[in-house]
């Protein structure tokens, strides 16, 4: 298949399936090959590189004054067929020349399929010939080293590995397994998806080979033991499918570019396994015109082309004058035609134009040899690429010369799709993902629902449109296909070494600990002041938990304060009686002023805590406490020294007055003052929280020192203790004025309220801070109720005895 030019495309390409291949016998020559079974599908790579030259001729700007002409071989589909072309490819001769070339400048492209490909690629590499691939996608022709003169418009199968783990990714696929043919590449897709997935977090659950002259069913032993795998990737031709077993028609299958669907060839439980798969394939640009063309083909345009004759017998069923019938269809015609016919739409639907690949890879890689070819031509003197500046001649090019613009080409289709190759001889382009399925009126569909892109920037490149997809089963949502679920939030993962990293357990987290992701394999630690949430997801704030106003013994303890509070006021109202004036009454208010305040501490020790609030509230306790003890102690020795004064002679007179009241109180709360200041700037004390395993922080106290808090209360007992000692001899007073006994009785009950309250203290969080207040006011309340219910009684009840005339008549 020829037309003649100044420049010529040479190009092999299959356009019959079957090579007769006759009986070699060594002792005479070889018969001819002869090529049958003219297919018409394989025809459109041809014409795909006619429309690419067509489409030069009718612009005048590219190669203007030079004639394009193209040389088809027919491959045959096989590799000696392939080799065979190349002696007369090279030598522009019919019988071929050895070292002989003669004829116009040659530009070649390689055959389409793997084999021919193979041989064809390697004869020539060796004597450093330049070839285009456009159809083979093996991935040794992507080594730049092995086969430096050669160039690939086609994507190979080395991106397909990483291709099909970012779609797996995508739909979150971990647990898949694989089959194929045995072609000699499936260990590698094997090994190199493997290595794709892991990046993942994926894994295979199986890989199989077909066993040659088998279909997939073969392999349902294997893929049985594996029942969660239900997506399955197939590197595998369209016969492996023929025969599946129910349990295929379940699974998801995903088709590599091997694999040529045509549902219509394919029995029913083959259709029914392809309902709802999804097949990888090269993207298939637009051709505008090319149907156009094909409309207005017929022999007359093509004279002497024995592919258009073939063609127009095929798609017209008739019989061209002057030749031989050259297929099947134009032996079986009984009427004759004159090549002059018309081209229908009806001609065209034997193309299936519906995809078009392969022609448009073939389309692309002419193009691509005419653009580069376009640059050589226009290179200015001085300027061009090589020694010197110099250019490449138009007629005489050597191969390298050629070969180095081919590399360096650079344009834009038609349709504004950019070509160019990369460093490794490879033009990168796209892949799609075709998804297939039956309509209600059980017609096929076949729709591109997914575009990889590899000239996109990273994360950019996998276009997807999920609803567009028709499942498997005709359910709604994606497919599931992991080993094990996802282990939810609140579990991490533990894997089982003994099998794959995708099968785990999960296990749920340790107390205080989180996962804040799905499938996490580790779990973090809340911080200290955190507690997980319920769903353990997520690290939230502790409750604090302190004695609140709000809750019951808060409440309680509030209204006990008050009414204490308001009693003192109460007693205070009566300072003018008789009563209260003959005890000291001096001593009586500030007993009663310094237990008002007393009852008025526990509203520090009640609600949230601040860290002044902690730093005051201890030491303002206990230096209340101390003014009230050092009062009741200066009430003692006052009564004592009363009474010893009246004796003839006694020394003590001097100290009867006013002096000896005021300074035992001031002195002894001075003390303690100075103490609790000490304390409480030096080590004062603060809050800090207990952050003991739960969601509730208890508030607890932190004393600074110890030993300075208990100096505190042993300095208190010590008052206490003395009070007591002194109170004792006081005993045998006077009825009238004896203050002794109720001053005994009232430190008797505070130490018993101390030392009963003191096991009491090792309790934590807000009970220690009730036992406090408990103690605070019950102490308050014992020496309240001892010295001052008794006057209290007389003022309410027998008022008549709170005068001045019975007090005197009682005295002796």
Request: proline content about 7%.
């Amino acid at each position: 298949v020829s037309t003649e030019g100044d420049m010529l495309i040479r190009a092999v390409t299959p356009l019959h399936a079957v090579l007769n291949q006759p009986e070699v016998k060594f002792q005479q020559p070889l018969e001819q090959l002869l090529c049958q079974r003219f297919k018409v599908h394989f025809v459109l790579q041809a014409l795909g590189l006619l429309f690419a030259v067509a489409e030069v001729k009718g612009d005048p700007t590219i190669l203007p004054n030079i004639t394009v002409g193209l040389h088809i071989y027919d491959s045959c589909i096989s590799g000696i067929q392939a080799l065979g072309s190349t002696p007369p490819l090279l030598s522009n001769q019919p019988q071929p020349t050895p070292n002989f070339s003669c004829g116009p400048q040659q530009l070649l492209l390689s055959p389409s399929t793997w084999l021919s490909c193979s041989l064809f690629t390697e004869s020539l590499s060796n004597i450093k010939i330049y070839t285009i691939n456009h159809g083979s996608q093996h991935p040794q022709f992507s080594n730049s080293l092995h086969l430096p003169s050669f160039l690939c418009t086609v994507l190979s199968n080395a991106h397909q590995p990483w291709v099909l783990a970012q779609l797996l990714s995508h739909f979150n696929w971990t647990w898949v397994g694989l089959v194929g043919a045995d072609n000699g590449n499936f260990e590698w897709l094997d090994q190199q998806l493997q290595e794709e997935m892991r990046h993942g977090d994926g894994c295979l659950a199986f890989s199989k080979i077909i066993s040659p002259g088998n279909s997939i069913s073969s392999t349902a032993r294997t893929t049985a033991s594996s029942p969660a795998a239900r997506v399955i990737v197939c590197d595998c031709y369209r016969f492996h499918v023929r025969l599946p077993g129910e349990e295929w028609t379940r699974r998801m299958w995903i088709f590599s570019t091997s694999f040529f669907y045509d549902p219509l060839v394919l029995g029913p439980r083959a259709q029914e396994l392809l309902n709802g798969s999804l097949v990888l394939a090269i993207h298939s640009g637009v051709m505008p015109g090319f149907e156009d063309f094909l409309l207005a083909l017929c022999p007359a345009i093509y004279p002497g082309n024995s592919l258009m004759r073939k063609l127009w017998e095929k798609l017209q069923g008739c019989r061209l004058p002057a030749s031989t019938p050259s297929t099947q269809s134009a032996r079986d015609a009984t009427k004759h035609c004159t090549g002059l016919e018309s081209m229908t739409a009806a001609h065209l639907s034997v193309f299936k134009l519906s995809d078009l690949t392969a022609t448009y890879q073939a389309y692309v890689a002419t193009k691509t040899l005419l653009a580069a070819y376009q640059n050589l031509v226009s290179c200015a003197p001085g300027e061009g690429p090589f020694l010197g500046g110099a250019c490449a001649s138009a007629h005489n090019a050597k191969p390298w010369h050629v070969l180095h613009y081919t590399q360096k080409v650079r344009f834009t289709t038609r349709v504004q799709e950019e070509v160019f190759f990369t460093k490794d001889g490879e033009m990168l382009s796209a892949f799609d993902f075709k998804n297939t399925y039956v309509l209600p009126d059980q017609s096929w569909q076949v729709a591109v629902v997914e575009h990889f892109d590899l000239r996109s920037p990273p994360g950019k490149q996998l276009l997807i449109n999920d609803s567009a997809i028709i499942w498997v089963g005709k359910i709604l949502k994606v497919p599931s296909s992991v080993c094990n679920e996802k282990c939810p939030m609140g579990t991490r993962k533990s894997i089982q070494y003994e099998k794959s990293k995708c099968c785990y357990r999960c296990l749920q987290c340790l107390s205080g600990e989180i996962t804040k992701t799905p499938d996490s394999p580790t779990c973090q630690k809340c911080p200290e002041d955190q507690w997980p949430n319920l769903g353990k997801s997520q690290c939230i704030p502790q409750t604090l938990d302190f004695l609140s106003y709000h809750e019951p013994l808060g409440t309680v303890l509030v209204v006990c304060t008050a009414l204490l509070f308001l009693l003192t006021l109460a007693i205070l109202g009566h300072h003018h009686t008789p009563i209260v004036r003959a005890n000291n009454h001096q001593l009586s208010y500030l007993l009663l002023a310094s237990l008002g305040l007393c009852f008025l501490c526990p509203f520090m020790f009640i609600g949230h805590p601040g860290p002044l609030t902690y730093a005051v509230s201890q030491a303002a306790s206990g230096v209340t406490f101390t003014v009230c003890v050092s009062t009741v102690l200066a009430k003692t020795i006052m009564v004592v020294a009363a009474f010893h004064a009246t004796q003839p002679n006694a020394k003590i007179k001097k100290w009867v007055g006013p002096v000896l009241p005021s300074t035992v109180p001031i002195v002894c709360s001075l003390v303690q003052a100075a103490l609790c200041m000490f304390w409480v700037i030096g080590w004062p004390p603060r809050p800090v929280n207990l952050t003991e395993p739960g969601s509730i922080a208890t508030v607890m106290c932190d004393e600074g020192s110890l030993e300075l808090f208990y100096a505190m209360l042993g300095y208190l007992g010590l008052l206490g203790l003395v009070s007591l000692l002194v109170a004792f001899p006081a005993c045998r007073l006077p009825d009238t004025f004896n203050e002794a006994k109720h001053i005994i009785l009232s430190t008797l009950v505070c130490s018993c309220i101390w030392v009963s309250f003191t096991p009491a203290m090792s309790s934590h969080g807000k009970d220690i801070v009730a036992v406090e207040v408990f103690a605070i006011l019950a102490s308050g309340a014992g020496l309240m109720s001892c010295l001052f219910f008794p006057k209290r009684y007389i003022v309410l009840l027998h008022p008549e005895k709170n005068t001045r005339e019975p007090m005197l008549g009682r005295h002796h």
